[in-house]
């Protein structure tokens, strides 16, 4: 591409200019480092990210985050250009269902339906009959049906959450967030004994034993609505760490600490996929138009079907 080779003061100065000339769309997940959350068009959770994409004009989209959330906006944008910056930016709960595996594990169970939570890849979804988020899974899940039997897949602590909170006893598959398991149930309780007026809020990814804790628990996006609804000045958040960048952002008078892990430090509970991506590599996919997200029609048909069952009962 032609006049993309000119010199810049910084690399914020150039990935704008590369964005312009590709007439691209940033997008940036909440787990994102906080200067990529900066220069992103649009900060948020990964199906809230796609559907602001999709209805854009930008021939490029760029996603910041890992390659689930890359392959859905490939799904409902089936005619842009997705990139990720880093292609090795997977995912724990990806990782843990492969399609071949849970294939059979669904086989096991044929008058089960399948539920899998958003953070999967095209395959599993696919191989799903609804997809749900953590912010519609329990809405989703109370309006079926009581004698419907199903299967939740891939996170086995959301599944055991939405089970408690909807009284059903949905078959779960045994996987996990990386990022969730690492937070420390006794280091959780001496937090709260130094800051007994902070209010512990929590993502339902995380093991029950952590979740018991809890005042609020929520979606990344409804942690940040909680923040800023609720009248404490001070909270221990059990997520991933980079979403407090946007907490201090909207709520620059309160306080917040990361909920800690084993050794009492926070630092564990960082997403080493979403880490992957830099800004240097943000620059470089946008030079060149690569990793690209490549996903074939047939499976983008069958992977957008349970997508859009979500929308429609959501």
Not at 9 to 20: A, D, R, V
Request: charged share 25%.
């Amino acid at each position: 591409m032609k006049n993309l080779k000119k010199k810049f003061t910084n690399l914020e100065e150039e990935i704008l200019f590369l964005k312009n000339k590709r007439n691209a769309v940033i997008l940036a997940h909440f787990y994102q480092d906080e200067e990529i959350q900066d220069i992103a068009d649009f900060i948020g959770d990964s199906l809230d990210l796609s559907r602001k994409a999709q209805m854009t004009k930008a021939d490029v989209i760029v996603f910041c985050g890992v390659r689930f959330m890359a392959e859905v906006a490939k799904i409902l944008s089936p005619n842009k250009t997705v990139i990720l910056p880093d292609n090795r930016a997977g995912c724990s709960l990806e990782e843990s269902c492969r399609a071949d595996m849970f294939k059979k594990f669904k086989e096991k169970h044929p008058d089960h339906i399948v539920l899998s939570y958003i953070n999967c890849s095209a395959e599993i979804k696919a191989l799903s009959d609804i997809i749900v988020t953590s912010s519609n899974a329990k809405k989703i899940i109370s309006g079926l049906p009581l004698d419907q039997k199903i299967i939740f897949a891939p996170d086995k602590h959301l599944g055991s959450y939405l089970n408690k909170i909807t009284n059903r006893k949905m078959v779960l598959w045994n996987g996990t967030c990386i990022v969730h398991e690492t937070f420390s149930e006794k280091e959780l309780i001496k937090a709260k004994v130094r800051n007994q007026e902070a209010k512990i809020i929590a993502h339902p990814e995380c093991p029950e034993n952590i979740l018991n804790y809890a005042d609020f628990i929520g979606s990344t996006s409804a942690l940040l609505k909680f923040i800023s609804d609720d009248k404490s000045k001070k909270f221990i958040v059990a997520t991933e760490p980079h979403i407090l960048h946007q907490m201090k952002k909207n709520e620059p008078q309160k306080e917040f600490l990361v909920a800690p892990g084993n050794d009492g430090s926070c630092s564990c509970s960082a997403c080493p996929y979403m880490e992957l991506n830099t800004m240097k590599k943000l620059r470089d996919c946008l030079f060149k138009l690569s990793p690209e997200i490549n996903i074939t029609n047939e499976l983008i048909l069958k992977a957008k079907k349970p997508l859009n069952l979500m929308l429609k009962l959501s």
